[in-house]
C-alpha cells in the first residue's frame, strides 16, 4: 500500500496544458467526494436521531453525542491532521482517512447500543480529521496557477448543493427502509462513496514531496488540548441528564488552566526552535483573536438546525424525510448565500459578515415569531421564509469568512492559524449542539408533546439570536479585506 500511495501518479506533459486535465478533475472530484462524506454526516444524525433512538434506546444526551462526539472528535484532531499531512504527505492522509472512515461507517451500521454507535461516530470523526485538512492543499497541487481559480469557484456551490441534499438524502434512506436497514442505510451509503473516493484518491491524485518530512508532533500538545476540549465539551453535553453534579462544573473550571497550559507549550516550543502546533504569535493579533470568537460563536449559532430537526419529529411527530423537507429552505438558502458572497466578496469584504448575520438573525427571529404566534399548526407553509432567510444569511458567512479572519495575518502564521481556525469551527458547531441542545431539552422536558416542543423552539431561538448579536458586535473588530490570494 505504502509504495502505492508514495508513487508520483500525475506525469507532467512535455508542453504545459492549456487549461485542467480529465485527470486533475477526477482528482478534484476526490477532495469533493471526502467533504461530501463528512458533510452528510455531520448533518444527516440530526435527522436519524430520534429514529435511532426509538430502536437502540439511551438518554438525550446519548443522542445529542451522536452528533457532537463526532465535531468533537474533528475539533480536536484536525489541527494534528493537517500537521501529518504537511509530515507524510497530503494524499496518503487522504486515503488513510477515507479509508479508515469507510470501514469505521460499517461499524456504526452494525451498532446494538447507543453507547457503541457514539464510539463509532467518535472514530469517525477522528478519522475525518485526517482527510479534511488536506483538501486545499491537494487542489493547489493539482492545479497550479491560474488554473486554481475554476476547482475554488466550483467548490462553494458544490458544497452547498451537499447541504440542500445531505438532510434529503437521510429522511428518503429512512423512509425508503432499504432491506429493512432503516437508520442503518444512512452510514452505510459511506460504503460505495468511500471506497470510489479512495479509488480516484490514488490513480488521479499527485504524491507531493511533504512539506514537513522529519518533523515530529508535539505529545503534550496534542494531550493538553484534547483533555482540554474534552473537560468544555462533556459537562455540557451530560450536565442537563444528570442534573448538573458539581463535577461538571469542576471540570468546565478546570479547562481553563488546562488551554493555558496549551498556550504555554506552544511559546516554549517556539522558543526552542521546535514546530508548535499552533504559532503561539496568533494570540497577539486583536483581530485574529477577535476572529476565532466571531467564528466559535457563529458555528455556535448553527447548532439551531438541531433543535429544529428535534422539533419537528420528537413533538409535531413528523417523518424524517418530511421534517428534512421542512427545512429544506435553510439548506437551500445557505447555498444561494454562499453563491451570492463568493462574487461580492472582493468588493465588499467585511461588511458581507454584518449582511449575513442580519439576515440569518432575522430568519431565526421569524422562526421564533412563527412559534409563538402559529403554535402546534407549524408546516411547510410557515417555516419556509424564515429558514429560507437564515439560510441565505448564514451562506453569506461561510465563504469569506476565514479569508477575512487571516486578513491580518502573516505569511508564516497562515498554514497554523488557518488550521485552527477549522478546528475552532469544529469545537463551535459542538458547542452549539451541546448547548442549545441542552437549552431545548430542558425546555422540552422528559416526555415532549407538541406544545412543550414547540415552546422549546422558542426558548432555543431567542437563544441563537442572542449568539448572533454577540458575533456581529465581535465582527466590527475583523480586518475590513480578506487577505490576499486566500488561505488556501
Not at 493539482?142 to 488554473?147: C, D, L
Request: glycine share 14%.
Amino acid at each position: 500500500m505504502t509504495a502505492t500511495l508514495d508513487r508520483p501518479l500525475l506525469v507532467a506533459p512535455p508542453a504545459a496544458p492549456a487549461g485542467p486535465t480529465r485527470s486533475a478533475w477526477l482528482g478534484f472530484s476526490a477532495v469533493i467526494g471526502s467533504a461530501l462524506m463528512n458533510l452528510l454526516d455531520s448533518t444527516v444524525v440530526s435527522v436519524a436521531a430520534p429514529a435511532i433512538r426509538e430502536e437502540l434506546g439511551g438518554s438525550y444526551a446519548t443522542m445529542q453525542w451522536t452528533t457532537a462526539g463526532y465535531t468533537l472528535a474533528l475539533a480536536v484532531l484536525l489541527i494534528v491532521g493537517g500537521r501529518l499531512g504537511d509530515m507524510f504527505g497530503r494524499r496518503r492522509m487522504l486515503v488513510i482517512g477515507t479509508l479508515g472512515f469507510t470501514a469505521v461507517s460499517l461499524l456504526c451500521a452494525m451498532s446494538w447500543t447507543p453507547e457503541m454507535l457514539a464510539a463509532g461516530r467518535v472514530a469517525q470523526g477522528a478519522f475525518a480529521a485526517l482527510m479534511l485538512p488536506q483538501g486545499f492543499g491537494l487542489i493547489r497541487d493539482v492545479f497550479p496557477g491560474a488554473q486554481m481559480a475554476k476547482p475554488l469557484a466550483a467548490f462553494g456551490p458544490v458544497m452547498g448543493a451537499g447541504a440542500v441534499l445531505g438532510p434529503i438524502v437521510g429522511g428518503l434512506l429512512l423512509d425508503a427502509d432499504i432491506l429493512g436497514t432503516g437508520w442503518r442505510m444512512i452510514f452505510l451509503i459511506n460504503l460505495p462513496i468511500g471506497l470510489l473516493t479512495a479509488l480516484l484518491a490514488i490513480k488521479h491524485l499527485p504524491s507531493v514531496a511533504p512539506t514537513a518530512a522529519g518533523t515530529r508532533l508535539d505529545v503534550p500538545s496534542i494531550l493538553l488540548s484534547a483533555v482540554g476540549t474534552v473537560l468544555l465539551i462533556l459537562p455540557l453535553v451530560q450536565g442537563h441528564e444528570l442534573h448538573w453534579p458539581v463535577w461538571t462544573w469542576i471540570a468546565m473550571a478546570a479547562s481553563v488552566p488546562v488551554f493555558v497550559a496549551f498556550a504555554r507549550r506552544q511559546r516554549h516550543l517556539a522558543a526552542t526552535g521546535r514546530t508548535p502546533l499552533v504559532e503561539p504569535s496568533l494570540a497577539g493579533k486583536r483581530s485574529y483573536v477577535a476572529g476565532v470568537g466571531f467564528a466559535t460563536i457563529f458555528f455556535a449559532a448553527m447548532g439551531a438546525m438541531f433543535t429544529v430537526g428535534m422539533m419537528l419529529q420528537m413533538g409535531l411527530g413528523f417523518s424524517p424525510i418530511g421534517a428534512s423537507l421542512i427545512m429544506t429552505p435553510w439548506a437551500f438558502g445557505a447555498m444561494v448565500g454562499s453563491v451570492v458572497s463568493g462574487v461580492l466578496m472582493a468588493r465588499f469584504g467585511r461588511s458581507l459578515l454584518h449582511v449575513g448575520l442580519t439576515l440569518m438573525g432575522a430568519g431565526v427571529a421569524g422562526l421564533y415569531f412563527v412559534y409563538e404566534t402559529v403554535g402546534v399548526e407549524l408546516g411547510f407553509g410557515t417555516l419556509a421564509l424564515p429558514l429560507l432567510l437564515g439560510g441565505t444569511g448564514m451562506g453569506m458567512i461561510f465563504v469569506p469568512l476565514f479569508d477575512i479572519v487571516l486578513g491580518g495575518v502573516s505569511d508564516r502564521e497562515v498554514g497554523s492559524a488557518t488550521g485552527a481556525l477549522g478546528a475552532i469551527e469544529q469545537l463551535g458547531v459542538t458547542l452549539g449542539i451541546a448547548i442549545l441542545g441542552t437549552v431545548f431539552f430542558a425546555t422540552v422536558g422528559s416526555t415532549p408533546t407538541a406544545q412543550t416542543a414547540v415552546e422549546a423552539g422558542s426558548v432555543t431561538a431567542l437563544v441563537t439570536v442572542g449568539l448572533i448579536v454577540v458575533a456581529f458586535v465581535l465582527g466590527f473588530a475583523l480586518p475590513r479585506r480578506a487577505r490576499a490570494g486566500g488561505h488556501g
